[in-house]
T-cell receptor, first 109, second 113 residues
Framework: RKEVEQDPGPFNVPEGATVAFNCTYSNSASQSFFWYRQDCRKEPKLLMSVYSSGNEDGRFTAQLNRASQYISLLIRDSKLSDSATYLCVVNGQGNQFYFGTGTSLTVIP | NAGVTQTPKFRILKIGQSMTLQCAQDMNHNYMYWYRQDPGMGLKLIYYSVGAGITDKGEVPNGYNVSRSTTEDFPLRLELAAPSQTSVYFC????????????FGEGSWLTVV
């Protein structure tokens, strides 16, 4: 079983739509959780950290459910500039980072 | 704010050649990593280091070697390049501990022909 699993998409949504991504992780001892964004032919960059209490940054909201071992990202009022691949990242024991394969989002005018 | 710096950005190698991808970070991070990412695929860990003088294999180490003589530098050596090593390579670094994030270099695009 993979450490981190994501729906690869693609998600094609119109501008202004709300879109949600989910990811599951297999190791219940995992300690830290993140969403990264990767643009085409670029390096992954931190979008936001994910906490059990939830984390909101403008139009982006991330949630962690430890009991079910899943992480979510909600994007409201989608912009064209949100088009990218979103990576779910889990930091486990030994400071090892485990990456999902990414969910592709295209926001359509 | 240099962060993680990788060189070269692009390189074409012939089968059987060897080369070194350079990586340096100026954030005093103890952990450094090398990943490869094939088109449309996820990141795969090649090697990592928890500090100067200490390295360990990741998921796909075959055909590669690393060294970590200083905190700042973590070069990746490709020996006897093969077409299967055509990929984009990302160097990354982080602190250890709860909540610490990982920072990536801009990537090195390698083609083996």
């Amino acid at each position: 079983r993979k450490e981190v699993e994501q729906d690869p998409g693609p998600f094609n949504v119109p501008e202004g739509a709300t879109v949600a991504f989910n990811c599951t992780y297999s190791n219940s001892a995992s300690q830290s959780f993140f969403w990264y964004r990767q643009d085409c032919r670029k390096e992954p960059k931190l979008l936001m950290s994910v906490y059990s209490s939830g984390n909101e940054d403008g139009r982006f909201t991330a949630q962690l459910n430890r009991a079910s071992q899943y992480i979510s990202l909600l994007i409201r009022d989608s912009k064209l500039s949100d088009s990218a691949t979103y990576l779910c990242v889990v930091n486990g024991q030994g400071n090892q980072f485990y990456f999902g394969t990414g969910t592709s989002l295209t926001v359509i005018p | 704010n240099a962060g993680v710096t990788q060189t070269p950005k692009f390189r074409i190698l012939k089968i059987g050649q060897s080369m070194t991808l350079q990586c340096a970070q100026d954030m005093n991070h103890n952990y450094m990593y090398w990943y490869r990412q094939d088109p449309g695929m996820g990141l795969k860990l090649i090697y990592y280091s928890v500090g100067a003088g200490i390295t360990d294999k990741g998921e796909v180490p075959n055909g590669y070697n690393v060294s970590r003589s200083t905190t700042e530098d973590f070069p990746l050596r490709l020996e006897l390049a093969a077409p299967s090593q055509t990929s984009v390579y990302f160097c990354a670094s982080s602190y250890s501990g709860f909540g610490n994030t990982i920072y990536f270099g801009e990537g090195s695009w390698l083609t083996v022909v």
